[in-house]
C-alpha cells in the first residue's frame, strides 16, 4: 500500500479530469497530481519521457504536485495554475467539438463534464431524435455514455441510434445490419434498465455505478416528466425539483455531463417557447448550465435555440434539416429574429 499517489496523465483538460477520476477511486488524501506550471512554454510538450529527453530533471516537478482534498477552503494559492491554465489555455477548457454539429460548438464552446443541461421542446419536436445524434457524436469521440430512456424504449432508441450512426437507411438495406450493427456495438454506449416512474434514487444509485465501474462521463436521462409516478401528482413540483437538484449535485461531485430533457408547459403552437416556457418552478433554469430549445413547425425546418450558457454566455440559434431516411440532422444558418418572423408568416 502506497502512502502518497503520484498522477501524471497530461495537462490537457480531459488528462486533468481523468487524474481526477483516478484519484477518487484510489482516495484523495493520498493523491497528488502534476500540472504544467508557467515555467514552460505553453506549447511545451508536458509528459516524462519528452522532458527527460529534453534532459530536464523531475525531481522538482514531481515535489511541486498538487495535493488533491476535500478541503472547502481555499487560498488563490490553490488555484493559481488552473487560473493561469485557463488564461493561457483557453482553446483546451472549451470542451469536446461535436464533429456533426460545428454550429452548436461555435455557440456552446463544445461538451464539459461536470455540467447540467436541459433540453426542451413541444411534443413531437424530435428532442429525443436530435440528442440521441448529439450524444452518438460524442460517443463515437469515446465518451462513455449512458442512456436513460423513460418515455420510448430502449429498442427503439437503439433503432434510431444505428440508423443515425450507419447514416444508411437500414430498412431499405437489411445486408447492412450486421457490418454496421457490429461497429455500433464496440462504442461505449451504454443503457439503464428503466421505464416509466422511477425513483430518483434508484437512478442515481445506477449512474453512480456506471461511473464506477465503467466510467461514463456522459448521462442522458428523458424526460423529466415520465420519471415521476403519478402517486406523487399533488407533489409534482416538488418531486421534479428534488430530481433537478440531486442530478445537477451528482453532474458536480462525479464530474459527469449530465443531460436532461424537461417537457415545456402546455403553449399554442404559435407561441415561441422561451426558458420561462419550461414546466415546472424556476428550479431547472436556475441549476442548468446550459439550456437548448427545440423550435419545430410541422413540415417546416427546425432550429435549436441555445438560450443560457454559462460557461461563456453565447446565445443563438443552429438551423437543422431532419432526413427521414436516417433519421439524422443537419445545420442551417438563421437567426430567432427571422424564426418569429418566419412563424408569424407561417413560412417557417
Known amino acids: 500500500m502506497f502512502d502518497n499517489i503520484i498522477l501524471w496523465l497530461g495537462d490537457d483538460i480531459r488528462a486533468r479530469q481523468a487524474a481526477l477520476q483516478f484519484a477518487k477511486k484510489l482516495n484523495l488524501k493520498r493523491?497528488?497530481?502534476?500540472?504544467?506550471?508557467?515555467?514552460?512554454?505553453?506549447?511545451?510538450?508536458?509528459?516524462?519521457?519528452?522532458?527527460?529527453?529534453?534532459?530536464?530533471?523531475?525531481?522538482?516537478?514531481?515535489?511541486?504536485?498538487?495535493?488533491?482534498?476535500?478541503?472547502?477552503?481555499?487560498?488563490?494559492?490553490?488555484?493559481?495554475?488552473?487560473?493561469?491554465?485557463?488564461?493561457?489555455?483557453?482553446?483546451?477548457?472549451?470542451?469536446?467539438?461535436?464533429?456533426?454539429?460545428?454550429?452548436?460548438?461555435?455557440l456552446l464552446k463544445g461538451y464539459r463534464r461536470g455540467e447540467l443541461s436541459i433540453y426542451t421542446g413541444q411534443t413531437g419536436s424530435g428532442k429525443t431524435t436530435l440528442l440521441s445524434?448529439?450524444?452518438?457524436?460524442?460517443?463515437?469521440?469515446?465518451?462513455?455514455?449512458?442512456?436513460?430512456?423513460?418515455?420510448?424504449?430502449?429498442?427503439?432508441?437503439?433503432?434510431?441510434?444505428?440508423?443515425?450512426y450507419s447514416r444508411v437507411n437500414l430498412e431499405e438495406n437489411n445486408e447492412l445490419f450486421e457490418i454496421w450493427a457490429d461497429k455500433y456495438e464496440s462504442l461505449p454506449m451504454y443503457f439503464m434498465n428503466f421505464y416509466g416512474a422511477t425513483k430518483i434514487e434508484d437512478i442515481i444509485e445506477t449512474i453512480d455505478y456506471a461511473v464506477y465501474m465503467y466510467d461514463v462521463e456522459h448521462v442522458i436521462v428523458d424526460n423529466l416528466q415520465f420519471m415521476v409516478s403519478l402517486e406523487f401528482q399533488n407533489d409534482k413540483y416538488f418531486v421534479q425539483d428534488k430530481i433537478v437538484a440531486a442530478l445537477r449535485r451528482f453532474a458536480t461531485e462525479k464530474a459527469v455531463h449530465i443531460s436532461l430533457v424537461v417537457h415545456p408547459r402546455k403553449e399554442n403552437d404559435e407561441v415561441v417557447l422561451e426558458k420561462s416556457s419550461i414546466y415546472g418552478t424556476a428550479k431547472a433554469i436556475q441549476e442548468a448550465d446550459n439550456i437548448m430549445i427545440l423550435h419545430s413547425n410541422p413540415g417546416q425546418a427546425k432550429a435549436l435555440e441555445v438560450c443560457?450558457?454559462?460557461?461563456?454566455?453565447?446565445?443563438?440559434?443552429?438551423?437543422l434539416q431532419y432526413s427521414t431516411s436516417d433519421s439524422t440532422f443537419s445545420n442551417l444558418k438563421s437567426s430567432r429574429s427571422n424564426i418569429i418572423a418566419m412563424m408569424n408568416q407561417e413560412k417557417w
Request: charged content about 25%; some cysteine; glycine content about 6%.
Open 133 to 164: 445524434e448529439l450524444s452518438l457524436d460524442l460517443c463515437m469521440q469515446n465518451v462513455c455514455t449512458l442512456w436513460g430512456s423513460f418515455e420510448i424504449s430502449t429498442i427503439r432508441l437503439a433503432k434510431t441510434m444505428l440508423r443515425q
Open 31 to 106: 493523491c497528488y497530481m502534476v500540472r504544467k506550471s508557467t515555467d514552460f512554454a505553453p506549447d511545451t510538450p508536458f509528459t516524462p519521457l519528452n522532458l527527460l529527453n529534453e534532459g530536464i530533471h523531475l525531481g522538482g516537478i514531481l515535489e511541486s504536485a498538487l495535493k488533491l482534498r476535500h478541503d472547502k477552503i481555499m487560498t488563490f494559492w490553490d488555484i493559481r495554475n488552473e487560473v493561469w491554465y485557463e488564461l493561457y489555455h483557453s482553446d483546451k477548457i472549451e470542451g469536446l467539438k461535436w464533429e456533426r454539429y460545428p454550429d452548436l460548438t461555435k
Open 308 to 319: 443560457k450558457n454559462r460557461f461563456d454566455g453565447t446565445l443563438g440559434l443552429v438551423r
